[in-house]
Protein backbone atom coordinates (compact mmCIF):
# COMPACT_ATOMS: atom_id res chain seq x y z
CA UNK A 1 0.00 0.00 0.00
CA UNK A 2 1.19 3.11 -1.10
CA UNK A 3 0.15 6.43 1.08
CA UNK A 4 0.98 10.20 -0.24
CA UNK A 5 0.51 13.49 1.55
CA UNK A 6 1.36 16.62 0.55
CA UNK A 7 2.07 19.74 3.57
CA UNK A 8 1.60 22.50 1.54
CA UNK A 9 2.70 24.90 4.01
CA UNK A 10 5.80 23.24 4.75
CA UNK A 11 6.16 22.90 1.07
CA UNK A 12 6.78 19.05 1.76
CA UNK A 13 5.55 15.79 0.11
CA UNK A 14 5.85 12.35 2.21
CA UNK A 15 5.11 9.05 0.96
CA UNK A 16 4.73 5.99 3.04
CA UNK A 17 5.20 2.26 1.24
CA UNK A 18 3.83 -0.91 3.22
CA UNK A 19 4.63 -4.30 1.47
CA UNK A 20 4.77 -8.05 3.41
CA UNK A 21 6.89 -10.53 2.34
CA UNK A 22 10.58 -11.46 2.82
CA UNK A 23 13.49 -11.38 0.19
CA UNK A 24 12.29 -10.74 -3.00
CA UNK A 25 9.66 -8.38 -1.56
CA UNK A 26 12.79 -6.54 -0.14
CA UNK A 27 14.56 -5.93 -3.39
CA UNK A 28 11.75 -5.04 -5.12
CA UNK A 29 11.34 -1.95 -2.59
CA UNK A 30 14.64 -0.91 -3.34
CA UNK A 31 14.52 -1.45 -6.53
CA UNK A 32 11.06 1.06 -6.48
CA UNK A 33 12.90 3.56 -3.93
CA UNK A 34 15.67 3.71 -6.51
CA UNK A 35 13.25 4.65 -9.43
CA UNK A 36 10.80 6.38 -8.07
CA UNK A 37 13.65 8.78 -6.30
CA UNK A 38 15.64 9.34 -9.89
CA UNK A 39 12.20 10.42 -11.55
CA UNK A 40 11.95 13.03 -8.65
CA UNK A 41 15.47 13.75 -8.34
CA UNK A 42 15.57 12.93 -4.47
CA UNK A 43 18.47 10.69 -3.03
CA UNK A 44 17.62 7.32 -2.01
CA UNK A 45 16.91 6.54 1.89
CA UNK A 46 16.40 3.31 3.70
CA UNK A 47 13.81 3.74 6.68
CA UNK A 48 11.68 6.51 6.55
CA UNK A 49 12.61 10.19 6.12
CA UNK A 50 10.62 13.33 4.76
CA UNK A 51 12.54 15.05 1.74
CA UNK A 52 11.98 18.83 1.29
CA UNK A 53 11.14 19.56 -2.17
CA UNK A 54 13.91 20.94 -4.29
CA UNK A 55 15.87 21.47 -1.21
CA UNK A 56 19.37 20.12 -0.42
CA UNK A 57 19.03 18.13 2.81
CA UNK A 58 19.87 14.27 2.07
CA UNK A 59 19.58 11.57 4.50
CA UNK A 60 21.17 8.15 4.86
CA UNK A 61 20.32 5.78 7.08
CA UNK A 62 22.44 2.76 8.15
CA UNK A 63 20.08 -0.27 8.44
CA UNK A 64 21.11 -2.00 11.54
CA UNK A 65 19.61 -1.15 14.78
CA UNK A 66 23.23 -0.94 16.74
CA UNK A 67 24.57 1.31 14.20
CA UNK A 68 21.35 3.30 12.62
CA UNK A 69 21.87 7.00 12.16
CA UNK A 70 20.21 9.81 9.97
CA UNK A 71 22.86 11.66 8.48
CA UNK A 72 22.50 15.43 6.52
CA UNK A 73 23.44 16.90 3.78
CA UNK A 74 24.46 13.83 1.70
CA UNK A 75 24.90 13.86 -1.73
CA UNK A 76 24.87 11.16 -4.00
CA UNK A 77 28.01 10.67 -6.61
CA UNK A 78 27.96 7.05 -7.98
CA UNK A 79 25.10 4.10 -7.50
CA UNK A 80 25.67 0.62 -8.69
CA UNK A 81 24.71 -2.87 -7.45
CA UNK A 82 27.73 -4.75 -7.78
CA UNK A 83 27.43 -9.07 -7.60
CA UNK A 84 27.67 -8.87 -4.37
CA UNK A 85 26.28 -5.68 -2.82
CA UNK A 86 24.83 -2.09 -2.97
CA UNK A 87 27.56 -0.07 -3.56
CA UNK A 88 27.30 3.92 -3.44
CA UNK A 89 29.38 6.68 -3.33
CA UNK A 90 28.46 10.14 -1.47
CA UNK A 91 29.92 13.56 -1.01
CA UNK A 92 29.03 15.18 2.75
CA UNK A 93 29.64 18.25 4.86
CA UNK A 94 30.32 16.61 7.56
CA UNK A 95 32.91 13.51 6.50
CA UNK A 96 33.91 14.17 2.87
CA UNK A 97 33.61 11.48 0.20
CA UNK A 98 32.37 8.16 1.63
CA UNK A 99 31.87 4.95 0.09
CA UNK A 100 28.60 3.05 1.22
CA UNK A 101 28.35 -0.93 0.79
CA UNK A 102 24.47 -2.16 1.29
CA UNK A 103 23.76 0.98 3.31
CA UNK A 104 26.28 1.03 5.60
CA UNK A 105 29.34 3.64 5.58
CA UNK A 106 32.65 2.03 4.88
CA UNK A 107 35.54 4.54 4.75
CA UNK A 108 35.85 8.46 4.15
CA UNK A 109 38.38 10.48 2.64
CA UNK A 110 38.57 12.80 5.52
CA UNK A 111 38.96 9.71 8.18
CA UNK A 112 42.24 7.85 6.51
CA UNK A 113 43.19 6.92 10.42
CA UNK A 114 40.24 6.67 12.13
CA UNK A 115 39.61 4.92 15.17
CA UNK A 116 38.39 1.80 13.29
CA UNK A 117 41.58 1.47 10.96
CA UNK A 118 43.78 2.58 14.10
CA UNK A 119 42.16 -0.22 16.30
CA UNK A 120 41.76 -2.88 13.95
CA UNK A 121 45.34 -2.80 13.16
CA UNK A 122 46.62 -2.34 16.54
CA UNK A 123 45.39 -6.17 17.81
CA UNK A 124 47.58 -7.02 15.14
CA UNK A 125 50.56 -5.09 14.45
CA UNK A 126 52.69 -3.20 16.82
CA UNK A 127 55.09 -0.24 16.80
CA UNK A 128 58.85 -0.96 16.14
CA UNK A 129 58.33 -4.98 15.29
CA UNK A 130 58.98 -6.43 11.41
CA UNK A 131 56.50 -8.50 9.66
CA UNK A 132 57.44 -10.20 6.75
CA UNK A 133 53.80 -10.91 5.52
CA UNK A 134 50.40 -9.82 6.66
CA UNK A 135 47.38 -11.16 4.84
CA UNK A 136 44.43 -8.50 4.80
CA UNK A 137 40.46 -10.22 3.92
CA UNK A 138 38.76 -7.36 2.26
CA UNK A 139 39.42 -3.95 2.78
CA UNK A 140 38.79 -3.37 -0.91
CA UNK A 141 38.30 0.16 0.47
CA UNK A 142 42.22 0.64 0.79
CA UNK A 143 41.91 2.65 4.26
CA UNK A 144 43.83 -0.34 6.04
CA UNK A 145 46.89 -1.09 3.68
CA UNK A 146 47.22 2.63 3.03
CA UNK A 147 47.81 3.27 7.08
CA UNK A 148 49.56 0.03 7.77
CA UNK A 149 52.04 0.31 5.08
CA UNK A 150 52.80 3.88 5.64
CA UNK A 151 52.94 3.69 9.39
CA UNK A 152 54.48 -0.11 10.22
CA UNK A 153 57.29 -2.03 9.08
CA UNK A 154 55.88 -4.54 7.08
CA UNK A 155 57.63 -5.47 4.03
CA UNK A 156 54.25 -7.33 2.53
CA UNK A 157 50.63 -6.82 2.80
CA UNK A 158 48.53 -9.29 0.34
CA UNK A 159 44.84 -8.20 0.06
CA UNK A 160 42.14 -10.57 -0.79
CA UNK A 161 39.06 -8.62 -1.59
CA UNK A 162 35.62 -10.38 -3.28
CA UNK A 163 34.07 -7.38 -4.68
CA UNK A 164 36.09 -5.94 -7.85
CA UNK A 165 34.06 -3.06 -8.41
CA UNK A 166 34.69 -2.20 -4.29
CA UNK A 167 38.46 -1.92 -5.60
CA UNK A 168 37.43 0.08 -9.07
CA UNK A 169 34.87 2.31 -6.81
CA UNK A 170 37.67 3.65 -4.74
CA UNK A 171 40.50 3.77 -7.64
CA UNK A 172 38.18 5.90 -9.51
CA UNK A 173 36.26 8.55 -6.72
CA UNK A 174 39.22 8.35 -3.77
CA UNK A 175 42.34 10.80 -4.96
CA UNK A 176 44.60 8.49 -1.88
CA UNK A 177 44.41 5.96 -4.31
CA UNK A 178 47.55 7.05 -6.15
CA UNK A 179 49.61 6.09 -3.11
CA UNK A 180 48.50 2.43 -3.17
CA UNK A 181 49.45 2.14 -6.55
CA UNK A 182 52.94 3.58 -6.07
CA UNK A 183 52.74 0.65 -3.37
CA UNK A 184 51.70 -2.27 -5.72
CA UNK A 185 54.93 -0.67 -7.89
CA UNK A 186 56.97 -1.06 -5.25
CA UNK A 187 55.81 -4.86 -4.68
CA UNK A 188 54.56 -4.06 -1.23
CA UNK A 189 51.14 -4.58 -1.88
CA UNK A 190 49.50 -7.55 -4.07
CA UNK A 191 45.79 -7.40 -4.69
CA UNK A 192 43.78 -10.68 -5.15
CA UNK A 193 40.38 -10.70 -5.77
CA UNK A 194 38.81 -13.37 -4.79
CA UNK A 195 36.94 -14.70 -2.28
CA UNK A 196 38.62 -15.04 1.34
CA UNK A 197 37.44 -17.63 2.88
CA UNK A 198 38.34 -19.83 -0.77
CA UNK A 199 42.26 -18.28 -0.73
CA UNK A 200 42.72 -19.24 2.94
CA UNK A 201 41.44 -22.29 2.50
CA UNK A 202 43.87 -22.82 -0.36
CA UNK A 203 46.94 -21.27 0.67
CA UNK A 204 46.57 -23.19 3.87
CA UNK A 205 46.88 -26.68 1.88
CA UNK A 206 50.14 -25.07 0.41
CA UNK A 207 51.35 -24.32 4.17
CA UNK A 208 51.63 -20.61 3.65
CA UNK A 209 52.42 -18.84 7.13
CA UNK A 210 51.35 -14.68 7.67
CA UNK A 211 52.82 -12.61 10.58
CA UNK A 212 49.05 -11.65 11.04
CA UNK A 213 45.89 -11.73 9.49
CA UNK A 214 43.38 -8.83 9.48
CA UNK A 215 39.65 -9.26 8.56
CA UNK A 216 38.51 -6.07 7.13
CA UNK A 217 34.06 -7.48 6.26
CA UNK A 218 31.55 -5.90 6.06
CA UNK A 219 28.80 -5.82 9.04
CA UNK A 220 27.16 -9.11 9.76
CA UNK A 221 23.87 -9.30 11.49
CA UNK A 222 22.68 -13.22 12.31
CA UNK A 223 25.87 -14.32 9.97
CA UNK A 224 23.87 -12.76 7.03
CA UNK A 225 25.43 -11.13 3.69
CA UNK A 226 28.15 -11.27 1.38
CA UNK A 227 30.74 -11.45 4.43
CA UNK A 228 28.70 -14.42 6.14
CA UNK A 229 31.39 -17.29 4.92
CA UNK A 230 34.11 -15.33 7.08
CA UNK A 231 32.20 -16.33 10.30
CA UNK A 232 32.10 -20.08 10.32
CA UNK A 233 34.62 -22.44 11.99
CA UNK A 234 35.89 -23.88 8.70
CA UNK A 235 37.29 -20.55 7.69
CA UNK A 236 38.86 -20.09 11.43
CA UNK A 237 40.74 -23.32 11.09
CA UNK A 238 42.46 -22.27 8.41
CA UNK A 239 42.97 -19.15 9.62
CA UNK A 240 44.65 -20.71 12.99
CA UNK A 241 46.70 -23.00 9.98
CA UNK A 242 48.09 -19.96 8.51
CA UNK A 243 49.23 -18.07 11.65
CA UNK A 244 52.69 -18.11 12.97
CA UNK A 245 52.99 -19.09 16.48
CA UNK A 246 52.94 -15.42 18.86
CA UNK A 247 50.63 -13.98 15.71
CA UNK A 248 46.76 -12.61 16.18
CA UNK A 249 44.27 -12.07 14.00
CA UNK A 250 41.75 -9.50 13.92
CA UNK A 251 37.90 -8.88 12.78
CA UNK A 252 35.18 -6.74 13.08
CA UNK A 253 32.50 -8.97 14.63
CA UNK A 254 29.52 -5.85 14.07
CA UNK A 255 27.31 -6.43 17.43
CA UNK A 256 27.12 -8.55 20.55
CA UNK A 257 25.35 -11.75 19.74
CA UNK A 258 27.81 -11.94 16.52
CA UNK A 259 30.52 -11.52 19.22
CA UNK A 260 29.37 -13.78 21.21
CA UNK A 261 29.11 -16.61 18.16
CA UNK A 262 32.75 -15.64 17.26
CA UNK A 263 33.92 -16.44 20.42
CA UNK A 264 32.28 -19.74 20.86
CA UNK A 265 33.75 -20.68 17.09
CA UNK A 266 37.36 -19.29 17.60
CA UNK A 267 37.72 -21.02 20.89
CA UNK A 268 36.30 -23.95 19.51
CA UNK A 269 39.18 -24.65 16.63
CA UNK A 270 42.44 -23.89 19.13
CA UNK A 271 42.26 -20.02 19.58
CA UNK A 272 42.88 -19.51 23.38
CA UNK A 273 44.30 -15.99 23.63
CA UNK A 274 41.52 -13.23 23.08
CA UNK A 275 41.23 -9.74 23.37
CA UNK A 276 38.53 -7.07 22.30
CA UNK A 277 38.14 -3.41 21.21
CA UNK A 278 35.02 -1.07 21.41
CA UNK A 279 36.02 1.26 18.41
CA UNK A 280 34.28 4.76 18.39
CA UNK A 281 33.78 5.96 15.01
CA UNK A 282 31.90 8.99 13.31
CA UNK A 283 30.17 6.28 10.74
CA UNK A 284 28.49 4.97 13.85
CA UNK A 285 26.08 5.79 16.78
CA UNK A 286 27.82 3.04 18.65
CA UNK A 287 30.66 1.08 19.78
CA UNK A 288 31.65 -1.23 16.97
CA UNK A 289 33.25 -4.59 19.01
CA UNK A 290 36.30 -5.92 17.42
CA UNK A 291 37.60 -9.33 18.25
CA UNK A 292 41.21 -10.76 17.81
CA UNK A 293 42.69 -13.96 19.11
CA UNK A 294 46.35 -15.72 19.09
CA UNK A 295 47.83 -18.90 17.56
CA UNK A 296 49.73 -20.33 20.55
Same mark, same amino acid.
Given at each position: ?7 ? =? ?9 L ?12 ? !? ?18 ? +? ?20 ? =? ?22 ? *????Y? #? ?19 ? !? ?6 ? #? *?L ?12 L ?8 ? *? ?17 F?? #? ?6 ? +?LD ?6 ? =???? &? ?9 ? #?????S ?14 ? &? ?37 N????K ?16 ? +??
Amino acid at each position: MLTTTTHL =KQNMLSLELKLNGGEEVSRQVIKF !EEVLCDAFGWQNITGSAMYP +RGGSQYHLLNKYYHSETMYKNF =KLIHREQTKFQDLRIYDTKEMGRC *LCLDYM #IQNSDCLTEDSYTTDLTSLVI !EKGKEYEH #I *LLVGAGDMIIPDYILRNFNVKKIT *LVEIDDRVIENTKKYFKFFEG #ITEFVNQG +RLDIIVDDGA =KYLR &EVQSKGQIFDG #IIIDNSDVYLFEGPAANLFTK &EFYTNVHSTLKSGAFFSQQVSEEQVKAKWTGMVQTVGFNVLKFKYSITPEYSTALPLGSAM +RD
